[in-house]
């Protein structure tokens, strides 16, 4: 897989230095004019050339020089992005949430799938090994009762928003908000576990248009799945699946998926932790696996696909639902 990063923002530093180790080489690295001297850092360290034009990048690299593009830009850039790196021929890793609304998420896999490229949500959680193993622990449980979640993280932005400064994660024009971005993983390892639920529901605390936390609620008809998303306040984080049998325990925020413990009722603990040490490797190397893999690689990047257009299905009910509306929702 031979990368151009787009965007120069804080997940550029957090995975950059290991993505040749994830089997994604760095072709090269694009940002805008005013972001030319990080940019030219960036491909200096990293490797590849640096650009300050997104579409000269697009039509002066061939397919085989750059096949895959890693949107990393604020929310409300992913549709547009996106769709022109697709429309290239290249295969394309969006950083989450893949778009602003389900009609933009459907129409660039529409557009993937026509041409026969891949298209990836990056999302930390549902790749890692400890999820497959909670959908291989969920049987002895019993029968799922209630699924709780939390993450409730309180953003230094808050701070500036409350002074009236408004940054992307808190502005309804850039698609920001907490269900956009924390409550993203909820719905992501809920819905991956159990699929679309009957009805979804986003009791959200909206200040000034955008939701700064909130509680979404979707209900499965056997049993209901509450999950917990702040970026105005803090507390622990976990994930829980509750059982007639016993529950599945997650102690850490729902991105990182971290280790699994399984309580039975009949005394029975047993503890996992098969992570690797940076959250974001597992993902990258199932997106270079699927690059090499052929026919089969482009079957399971679809199919992971359909579970990231769910999920945004229903993010978008629940945020409208919650009276949170962007300017992509006027379109």
């Known amino acids: 897989m031979k990368l151009a990063i787009v965007g120069t923002g804080m997940i550029v530093d957090l995975v950059g230095a290991h993505l040749s180790e994830w089997g994604c080489d760095v072709a090269a690295v694009v940002g805008t004019p005013g972001t030319r ?30 096949d895959t593009v890693y949107v990393a830009v604020p929310n409300f850039l992913h549709h547009d992005f996106c769709r022109q790196a697709l429309e290239a021929g290249r295969n394309v890793i969006v950083e989450k949430p893949m778009c602003s609304n389900a009609r933009e998420s459907a129409e660039l896999a529409g557009l993937a799938r026509e041409r026969g490229l891949l298209l990836f949500e990056a999302i930390s959680n549902v790749y890692q090994p400890t999820y497959a193993r909670i959908r291989e622990l969920l049987p002895r449980v019993g029968d799922v009762r209630v699924v709780s979640l939390n993450y409730s993280q309180r953003s230094h932005r808050y701070d500036a928003f409350r002074e009236g400064t408004v940054l992307p994660a808190f502005d309804p024009a850039k698609s920001g908000g907490a269900l956009m971005d924390l409550g993203l993983y909820c719905l992501q390892w809920v819905c991956g576990l159990f699929g679309e639920p009957r009805s979804v529901s986003y009791a959200a605390n909206v200040e000034r248009g955008i939701d700064t936390s909130g509680v979404t609620t979707l209900d499965y008809g056997t049993f209901k799945a509450v999950a917990v998303a702040a970026k105005d306040c803090a507390g622990p984080s976990a994930s829980v699946i509750e059982g007639t ?22 005394g029975t603990f047993e503890t996992y932790d098969e992570n690797p040490e940076l959250q974001w490797e597992s993902e990258f190397r199932a997106f270079a696996a699927d690059a090499d ?20 299905r229903v993010q978008t009910e629940a945020r409208l639902g919650a009276g949170v509306r962007f300017p992509a929702d006027e379109a």
Do not use: F, K
Request: glycine share 12%; proline share 3%; hydrophobic share 35%.
């Open 37 to 66: 001297e990080r940019v030219m850092g960036l491909a200096a360290s990293l490797g590849g050339t640096g650009w300050t034009d997104y579409a000269q990048m697009l039509e002066q690299t061939t397919a085989e020089e750059v």
């Open 293 to 312: 893999g052929g026919d089969e690689g482009l079957a399971h990047c679809y199919r992971m696909l359909e579970q990231s257009l769910l999920v945004s």
């Open 245 to 266: 049998d016993g529950y599945i325990l997650q102690a850490t925020p729902p991105n990182a998926c971290g280790s699994v413990e399984l309580h039975l009722n009949d």
